[in-house]
């Protein structure tokens, strides 16, 4: 299979408001995988009909062979979505013993996976804290090690960094690419900043909905004759 995900014909509106016009994306597997766009483009939006969490109006979402929605697919994809999900009465552990047992780990692995989890977003000292004390940051961390418990084939990542400090950020994107060298995943990152869009291997830039340029990073530059992101973004956001 060399495709984790394929999109055909995918449109969504929302109360006759059309979202995402009809179009067609295809992912790679083994990579990462930017969304970039304006606010309100479409972005999450697109990604939560991935997961499966809303359905599309007309196209059909496949995901690592199986038609999206599909209860298997779940064990296999890990959501961070944009808002955090957590349980504020339980600790940052009780949260994750939580999900890991959603996910039917054994108990043997749960403590190794809860142990990894929270060593990547840099939540160890605090696993025993509860989330209603967690910071914003931290809560966005805790919902990253959330998505990656059950250790799943595709990461879906809504802006995954925010709030997040710059040396943490640096040491989940080296785990993000090392997922995708050595566990050849397959990740989906939704982002506003342009560092990480560099990062990724390919990206789609969106704009009301449609995918309006997509490549690798190098090829996006060219293709708008710009030395930076940044400035492909400004034209495709600003330039109608
Ligand atoms: N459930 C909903 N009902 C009505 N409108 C919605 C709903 N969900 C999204 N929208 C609208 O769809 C558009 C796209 O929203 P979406 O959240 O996908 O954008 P985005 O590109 O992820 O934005 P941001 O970068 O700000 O997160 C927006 O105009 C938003 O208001």
Same mark, same amino acid.
């Given at each position: /299979?060399?495709?984790?995900?394929?999109?055909?014909?995918?449109?969504?509106?929302?109360?006759?408001?059309?979202?995402?016009?009809?179009?067609?994306?295809?992912?790679?597997?083994?990579?990462?995988?930017?969304?970039?766009?304006?606010?309100?483009?479409?972005?999450?939006?697109?990604?939560?009909?991935i997961v499966g969490l809303i359905n599309p109006d007309a196209g059909r979402v496949t995901v690592l062979d199986y038609k999206v929605p599909n209860e298997?697919?779940?064990?296999?994809?890990?959501?961070?979505?944009?808002?955090?999900?957590?349980?504020?009465?339980?600790?940052?552990?009780?949260?994750?013993?939580?999900?890991?047992?959603?996910?039917?780990?054994?108990?043997?692995?749960?403590?190794?996976?809860?142990?990894?989890?929270?060593?990547?977003?840099?939540?160890?000292?605090?696993?025993?804290?509860?989330?209603?004390?967690?910071?914003?940051? /931290?809560?966005?961390?805790?919902?990253?090690?959330?998505?990656?418990?059950?250790?799943?084939?595709?990461?879906?990542?809504?802006?995954?960094?925010?709030?997040?400090?710059?040396?943490?950020?640096?040491?989940?994107?080296?785990?993000?690419?090392?997922?995708?060298?050595?566990?050849?995943?397959?990740?989906?990152?939704?982002?506003?900043?342009?560092?990480?869009?560099?990062?990724?291997?390919?990206?789609?830039?969106?704009?009301?909905?449609a995918i309006i340029a997509s490549g690798t990073p190098a090829a996006l530059k060219e293709q708008y004759a710009v030395k930076s992101l940044d400035d492909?973004?400004?034209?495709?956001?600003?330039?109608?």
């Amino acid at each position: /299979m060399k495709h984790a995900i394929i999109m055909e014909g995918i449109a969504k509106g929302f109360q006759h408001k059309k979202v995402i016009q009809p179009l067609d994306l295809t992912i790679e597997r083994s990579g990462i995988f930017g969304l970039l766009g304006p606010s309100g483009c479409g972005k999450t939006t697109l990604i939560k009909m991935i997961v499966g969490l809303i359905n599309p109006d007309a196209g059909r979402v496949t995901v690592l062979d199986y038609k999206v929605p599909n209860e298997a697919l779940l064990m296999e994809i890990g959501y961070m979505a944009q808002s955090d999900a957590l349980y504020t009465e339980l600790t940052g552990a009780e949260n994750l013993e939580f999900f890991a047992k959603l996910y039917r780990l054994s108990k043997k692995e749960r403590s190794g996976r809860i142990r990894y989890a929270a060593e990547i977003v840099g939540l160890t000292n605090d696993l025993n804290t509860r989330v209603a004390y967690y910071s914003g940051g /931290m809560k966005r961390r805790l919902s990253l090690a959330i998505a990656l418990i059950q250790n799943p084939e595709i990461l879906i990542l809504d802006e995954p960094t925010v709030g997040i400090d710059p040396s943490l950020k640096r040491t989940i994107w080296q785990e993000l690419e090392r997922l995708r060298d050595e566990e050849r995943k397959t990740i989906v990152i939704t982002t506003h900043v342009m560092d990480e869009a560099e990062r990724c291997d390919k990206l789609a830039m969106l704009r009301e909905g449609a995918i309006i340029a997509s490549g690798t990073p190098a090829a996006l530059k060219e293709q708008y004759a710009v030395k930076s992101l940044d400035d492909v973004f400004l034209q495709i956001g600003g330039v109608r």
